[in-house]
């Protein structure tokens, strides 16, 4: 069964920082390459991922079921 885990569309994403504030254990900012990544997790917080979701200006994190 897949893991339903959250995506970051850096390509989209404007590093605004606001999905690091509301689920700093889900996202990241990897300094080296200048782009927001997602933590490996065994299950993710569906609450704060959702409003990461929500908060985000550009639209550009996402649920997918590919894990």
């Given at each position: 069964m897949a893991m339903k885990m959250p995506v970051v569309d850096?390509?989209?994403c404007t590093l605004c920082g606001g999905c690091i504030e509301?689920?700093?254990q889900v996202f990241r900012l990897n300094s080296v390459l200048g782009f927001?990544?997602?933590v490996d997790?065994?299950?993710y917080p569906?609450?704060?991922v959702d409003?990461?979701?929500r908060l985000?200006?550009?639209d550009?994190?996402?649920w997918s079921d590919d894990g």
């Open positions: 850096i390509g989209r509301v689920a700093p927001i990544e997602v997790l065994e299950e569906v609450e704060d409003e990461a979701i985000c200006p550009v550009c994190i996402e």
